[in-house]
């Protein structure tokens, strides 16, 4: 079993920044890829970046390519997701998730998920 713990969210304004974390226990952290998704209400889950295990290569969704970064620190079992330039489409409860897969590529390919956190952006 793997935990996730999602930390970060908040209430910022257009063209602010937040950093989401994701702290992990349970297994070996590096043993998985991480994917951070979201949804926002009435809308469907969005996936938005994924890493793998060794942090080696990284993805992100089109709608946030330039202005989000997801990394991971296997030392201290957290993964992250830089948040820079947000939008107000961009609230959403935002969710960490682990995979046994190398290179997940669908939600269900996902094993384990975090409880998200919130992030409001407004205008």
């Known amino acids: 079993q793997v935990q996730l713990v999602e930390s970060g969210g908040g209430l910022v304004q257009a063209g602010g920044s937040l950093r989401l974390s994701c702290a992990a226990s349970g297994r070996t952290f590096s043993n998985y890829a991480m994917g951070w998704f979201r949804q926002a209400p009435g809308k469907e889950r969005e996936f938005v970046a994924r890493?793998?295990?060794?942090?080696?290569?990284?993805r992100v969704a089109d709608s946030v390519k330039g202005r989000f970064t997801i990394s991971r620190d296997n030392a201290k079992n957290t993964g992250y997701l830089q948040m820079n330039s947000l939008k107000p489409e961009d609230t959403a409860v935002y969710y960490c998730a682990a995979s046994s897969r190398i290179v997940p590529t669908i939600a269900r390919e996902y094993d384990y998920w975090g409880q998200g956190t919130q992030v409001t952006v407004s205008s």
């Open positions: 890493i793998r295990g060794n942090g080696s290569d990284t």
